[in-house]
């Protein structure tokens, strides 16, 4: 099978080569980006075929685990790594149409970066590694933040990047905190070992690394940067963004949560702070003008949901929190990527200057209805699966603060549908307009068009992804398999 | 293989209706022949009751499911026969209109979920179909564009609201049941603690009753119907807010039972069902008067349509065997008069092009078949005999009083008073009086939509002298569904005091019209005149004399229940709701200042919570 380090190497060795490259041929960076995002998917699509049923664990450079770093490739890493290289490949056909100024070079660069960021994010077992990821992902979302170079772009990337700083050190700061009690930075040794250590300083350390993550994960209140930094950036980047690089950091939260050090009493605590995450998310929504700052602020939401949906701690609540994953990263890329066109098109974020965008681009209207309508959770798109799946995993607890707590995730949805289509009211109404508007170039249609097929057509095949995030939840929450696949 | 291909249709309607989407002609065709074989498909299945069918991919491991019964097929057989005479109106009718591609596509996907939602096997279907139904109801409604999506998008809100208390409701009887099977989630309430399943019946009862618009949750409806297409106006006030009213019989009956209905109550009589009654009884009083003082014929119309539903509520509510089948009988009825009365208005809209009551008038002589239409409809409504809206009041009246709920006796005469009132300002305003300069060139509209208007004129009256055919098939739906059956007979019901025969009362009527007729040929020689060769108070009237009373036609009655509708306390609250809501959503944006330094003090507030719950 296709090792799967070369998820990680091959972007990372065309992000260095493409800057080089392109003082040659500028025109040749697009085509290694494309190449490479075409060689990851299929590489991605082969490594979960490979261990959705058996994990298996890569040893690099031939020092063996604990001392040396390693990978663990199980069906949690196969899920999210086929959602990261397939939301990153057609957000990256999307911007070949956008991105063709002096410096795309340079975005293709970062954007291999990011997408290296997140898929190493996703497959190491080491704690140190994953820092050196999270920092690779990072550092290149605040370029393409501010890719635009215009003030607000600017202004948030700086924002972000400050934020972020901050989470990093948290980070490293528990690193170091878990290094100086046990002694290893292998996951699976940490795991094997941190009973031993004292109590306080493990707790404390997990406090900060879940802090500096949060700040990543946009959980409330960490999430100030979010709705700057996801608005001022290309629509394509927002898309990935929102995609998979906020859910990436979520996930990092619940592994080192369930699969570290099965700290699952933060789960209680977590369940409100996802809520609150939630309603404030879609309440912020609610009274937004800007078409990408809604969406933002319903990733906030979103996110929200999905963490509410691990705190369950049931093996269903689990698995509807991944399925949820998918269903966002599939439903806002589809919004980001239509909005981002129709921005493109009126050269205005307001929503209000969109006055009968969706009567001169049917298609537009018709596949941000069903992106919005997925994410709302209307069957029989994607979304309902996922979120009936979290809701019935909610109330089965049969506890009045989960009852309670589903309640306000059903009143989230209320505000959620108001403010999607008082947008969609909005696209609708008004005259047609005249000039230019009918045709949608390939690179636009292609993406936008087989992400709407996915949410519209995948009910058919519902139970299949749920095998695959029952599988995904099972090894998040399977420790001895864990340490048994990475240590032997 | 009958129930696939009945199942199947509507989408294939729906994907050649999108495939074809510009081509008038297929579409059109498409649509009238698809309807009419659902039509005969559902008729078929009335040999196949007890059938299931699983749908052939799971979800969750669950094959949701159809199954085919009594109560399921009354539902279904009103919304495939409606839809075939909507689409044979339809067809002429929407002919140039705007903003009407999409009119057969989602009108396909609205029957769909409606079909769906009756035949459902288990609550999961129930919910997908439940959803699909009130989407496609949206997108239905907002097509026409303009106001509508401003009152289509206020339709939606209120249906997500129901649609989230629905799923809530949903998933509190699966956790308890484990199953979204109909039989074992009945089974199970019965051993569930009596909050969680007040709870429970508040949820779900609340939910349906969005849909079936109930006094307080009512006000989405008539702008939201009166703003769309005539003929979906019809459709709409005639079938699809019924589908609440199915939803309520289907879990109070169905899911709970008589015996766990009775067993939440209170004090002595009042218990659950009474309450929902007083609910359905405001239902029955408040949008009626409302209904006078409109000055649009379609919103006067979708008025009625809240009302009416009031009156099968409580006839649901009341729990005889006569109330249940009144209420289901009435909304039979409803439907038939509703449509009747819409599609002559439709008729009336289609050569004058206005609704507007204060403008219309004098088209009796123009458009004999609609005002006949009218004429037969507003007497159903109304609830005069011999006409089929008495029989189903008449049982509702009937069980009303002999179960001994005076107050819900007397709202249900006071609405009818208000009904009766309504409608005549209803037929005056738009065929009688004086007919206006510029509608001289009217013309009664061709054969072709007619033929609806007749149809319906049959159905309004033969049901009105043999409900037996209508009431044999409830007297069914009763059986299947536990209650003990209406003892019916083909001209009306036996019972041990007051029985009711519409042959003999059809038969005293049209008598006493026959005595009218022969003295009003006694009479002296008529002359008829042309409506400007007359006087009035000394003053020859001519085109330049507006002489009949239209605007404001119920000034004085007006001028007396008005100020009870001023003060809206319904409106009042949705408004203060969404205000409210506006007002948090603004703090809550406002918390996300643009400011770094407030950033990172959220951040170290985050930690230190954090750590202080956690360590």
């Known amino acids: 099978m296709v090792n799967p380090i070369l998820l990680i190497i091959v972007p990372i060795a065309a992000a260095f080569f493409i800057p080089i490259i392109s003082k040659a041929a500028k025109s040749l960076a697009k085509y290694i980006a494309f190449f490479v995002g075409l060689f990851n998917l299929i590489a991605a699509i082969y490594i979960f075929m490979h261990t959705i049923n058996t994990p298996i664990s890569v040893i690099i450079a031939g020092y063996k685990p604990p001392v040396g770093i390693n990978l663990y490739v199980g069906p949690l890493a196969a899920v999210l790594s086929i959602v990261i290289t397939f939301i990153g490949f057609l957000s990256m056909i999307y911007s070949f149409k956008y991105i063709n100024d002096d410096s795309s070079p340079l975005f293709y660069s970062m954007f291999l970066l990011l997408l290296t960021g997140a898929i190493g994010m996703v497959l190491t077992a080491d704690i140190f590694n994953l820092f050196v990821f999270f920092e690779i992902l990072c550092i290149s979302s605040y370029a393409l933040v501010a890719y635009d170079r215009n003030r607000d772009g600017l202004e948030a990337s700086m924002k972000y990047l400050i934020q972020g700083s901050i989470g990093s050190v948290l980070i490293l700061f528990g690193i170091a905190l878990i290094y100086f009690s046990i002694g290893t930075l292998n996951m699976a040794d940490i795991a094997l070992k941190y009973q031993n250590a004292n109590k306080n300083l493990i707790t404390i350390a997990i406090i900060l690394m879940i802090t500096g993550f949060g700040i990543e994960a946009a959980i409330f209140p960490l999430n100030s940067w979010l709705p700057d930094a996801h608005s001022s950036a290309p629509s394509s980047i927002s898309a990935v963004l929102s995609g998979f690089v906020i859910e990436v950091a979520l996930i990092i939260i619940m592994k080192i949560i369930f699969l570290i050090f099965s700290a699952t009493y933060f789960l209680t605590f977590f369940a409100i702070v996802g809520v609150i995450t939630l309603l404030m998310g879609e309440l912020s929504a609610f009274k937004q003008e800007n078409i990408k700052r809604v969406l933002a602020y319903s990733s906030i939401g979103q996110i929200g949901l999905i963490l509410f949906a691990f705190s369950i701690n049931t093996p269903q609540g689990i698995s509807g929190g991944i399925f949820q994953i998918i269903n966002h990263a599939v439903s806002k890329s589809l919004l980001f990527l239509s909005a981002g066109y129709v921005i493109h098109k009126t050269g205005s974020k307001n929503v209000s200057d969109y006055k009968g965008i969706a009567k001169s681009m049917p298609f537009l209207g018709i596949v941000f209805i069903i992106g919005a309508l997925s994410l709302i959770g209307i069957p029989p798109f994607i979304g309902f699966f996922s979120k009936f799946n979290i809701i019935l995993a909610a109330i089965s607890k049969h506890s009045v603060l989960y009852i309670v707590l589903t309640a306000l995730v059903l009143l989230g949805t209320i505000f959620e549908a108001s403010y999607f289509f008082k947008i969609a009211k909005i696209m609708y109404t008004g005259k047609k307009r005249k000039e230019g508007y009918a045709k949608v170039p390939f690179a636009v249609l292609f993406p936008l068009g087989l992400l709407a097929i996915i949410i519209v057509i995948s009910f058919i095949y519902t139970n299949g992804i749920l095998n695959y995030t029952n599988k995904a939840g099972a090894d998040l929450i399977n420790k001895i398999a864990f340490i048994h696949a990475v240590l032997g | ?615």
């Open chain 2, 1 to 615: 293989m009958g129930f696939y291909v009945f199942l199947l249709l509507p989408l294939v309607g729906a994907l050649l209706s999108l495939l074809f989407y510009r081509v008038e002609s297929v579409k059109k065709s498409v649509a009238f022949i698809i309807f009419i074989a659902i039509f005969y498909f559902n008729i078929k299945l009335i040999g196949q009751v007890g059938y299931t069918y699983k749908i052939p991919f799971e979800i969750w491991g669950i094959r949701p499911g159809f199954s085919v019964t009594y109560l399921g097929l009354f539902f279904s057989l009103m919304i495939s026969g409606i839809t075939v005479l909507t689409v044979l109106f339809s067809l002429r009718y929407m002919v140039n209109k705007e903003n009407s591609r999409m009119y057969y596509f989602w009108l396909f996907l609205k029957t769909f979920g409606m079909l769906g939602v009756v035949l459902s096997g288990d609550f999961l279907m129930f919910f997908i179909m439940w959803e699909m139904m009130s989407w496609s109801t949206f997108f239905l409604m907002a097509q026409s564009g303009g106001k509508a999506y401003e009152s289509s998008y206020r339709y939606l809100v209120y249906a997500v609201v129901s649609a989230m208390m629905l799923m809530f409701g949903i998933m509190l009887m699966y956790s308890y049941a484990g199953s979204f099977e109909y039989d074992i989630i009945h089974k199970s309430l019965a051993s569930i603690n009596k909050g969680m399943l007040v709870l429970i019946s508040i949820l779900l009862i609340t939910s349906f009753s969005i849909e079936a618009a109930v006094y307080p949750v009512h006000k989405w409806l008539p702008k939201a119907y009166s703003n769309t297409f005539t003929t979906l106006t019809s459709y709409l006030a005639g079938i699809s807010t019924r589908m609440g009213v199915y939803g309520i019989i289907f879990y109070m009956f169905n899911i709970l039972g008589m015996p766990l209905l009775d067993k939440m109550h209170i004090i002595g009589a009042i218990n659950f069902r009474y309450i929902f009654a007083l609910f359905a009884a405001f239902t029955m009083v408040i949008p009626t008067f409302t209904a006078l003082l409109q000055n649009d014929g379609k919103e006067l119309m979708t008025w009625h349509g809240i009302g009416q539903g009031g009156y099968m509520l409580v006839g649901i509510a009341s729990g005889t065997s006569l109330g249940i089948a009144g209420g289901m009988f009435h909304v039979l009825n409803h439907m038939t008069y509703i449509t009747l009365i819409l599609f002559s208005l439709a008729a009336v809209e289609y050569r004058t092009g206005t609704t507007n009551l204060n403008k219309l008038g004098g088209l009796i002589k123009k458009q004999p078949v609609a005002f006949l239409g009218v004429l037969l409809g507003i007497i159903g409504l109304a609830g005069i005999p011999p006409m089929n809206g008495f029989v189903s009041k008449w049982f509702i009246y009937k069980a009303l009083i002999s179960s001994r709920y005076p107050f819900l006796a007397t709202a249900a005469f006071v609405g009818t008073l208000g009904t009766i009132l309504s409608v005549y300002k209803f037929i005056h305003n738009i065929f009688l009086g004086q007919l206006p300069e510029r509608y001289n060139d009217v013309r009664e509209v061709p054969f072709d939509m007619q033929i609806p208007i007749w149809i319906l004129m049959l159905a309004v009256f033969g049901l009105g002298v043999y409900p037996g055919l209508a009431v044999s098939f409830i007297a069914k739906v009763q059986d299947s569904l536990g209650i003990a059956p209406v003892n019916y007979t083909l001209h009306g019901v036996m019972q041990t005091v007051g029985n009711l025969n519409m042959g003999i009362v059809s038969i005293v009527f049209m008598a006493s019209m026959f005595i009218g007729f022969i003295v009003y040929l006694l009479g002296n020689r008529r002359k008829h005149v042309s409506q400007y060769d007359n006087y009035a108070a000394g003053n020859f009237l001519d085109s330049s004399v507006p002489y009949n009373y239209n605007y404001h036609f119920y000034a004085g009655f007006e001028h007396i229940i008005k100020p009870a509708y001023d003060y809206e306390p319904v409106q009042r609250t949705e408004n203060s709701i969404i205000r409210f809501t506006t007002e948090i959503a603004d703090y809550f944006r406002r918390l996300y200042t643009g400011n770094i330094n407030t950033y990172g003090m959220y951040i170290l507030i985050g930690l230190l919570i954090t750590i202080l719950i956690l360590l």
